[in-house]
């Protein structure tokens, strides 16, 4: 979905939407929407700037980084985002741009990609490493099974090499 800013009455909008999980996925390799997802918000023109602000609701899916089974996130957030156009953005000299310009997003200067918002504002609340429970056992690297639901009799080594040379000694 896109907000077209021509459309908009007075400078303001309102949107809002619920992405069926095919509209969206994959939100990137290893995250997937497995709900429909609501979003609403505002958007409000201000000179060369474009202010969007809005919330998110949604249920994705991502993989347990040690034993890669699906962990359930729900994800319940605010943002609010600030937009330049891509040629007023140029126009200004690098050195114009302050600090707080470093902020902007960039955009076409027809339109706000309520998608895109979307997609990235979700990956920002999906933290880096992901487990299914914080003493998830894993994968065995020598056969492959998943340790949370069965038991192989690989021999692995778990002794920290620091610790093994200090056995030898005695
Ligand atoms: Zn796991
Ligand atoms: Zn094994």
Redesign the pocket.
């Known amino acids: 979905m896109r907000v077209e800013l021509e459309n908009l009455e007075g400078g303001k909008g309102e949107f809002a939407h619920v992405y069926q999980p095919d509209e969206l996925n994959p939100i990137d390799e290893r995250v997937n929407l497995i709900e429909p997802a609501a979003t609403s918000g505002k958007v409000r023109v201000a000179g060369n700037e474009v202010f969007v602000n809005g919330h998110i609701n949604a249920l994705v899916q991502v993989e347990?980084d040690?034993?890669l089974?699906p962990v359930e996130l729900p994800v319940n957030t605010d943002f609010a985002l600030d937009y330049i156009s891509g040629a007023e953005y140029e126009s200004t000299a690098a050195a114009e741009l302050t600090e707080a310009d470093l902020s902007l997003s960039v955009f076409d200067g027809k339109a706000i990609d309520i998608d895109e918002i979307v997609k990235e504002q979700i990956l920002l609340t999906v933290p880096a490493r992901t487990?299914?429970?914080d003493d998830?056992k894993?994968i065995c690297p020598e056969c492959g099974i998943d340790r949370?639901t069965g038991e192989c009799s690989c021999v692995t080594d778990n002794t920290d090499p620091r610790w093994a040379a200090l056995k030898n000694l005695t």
């Open positions: 347990c040690r034993c089974q487990l299914c429970r998830c894993g949370n």
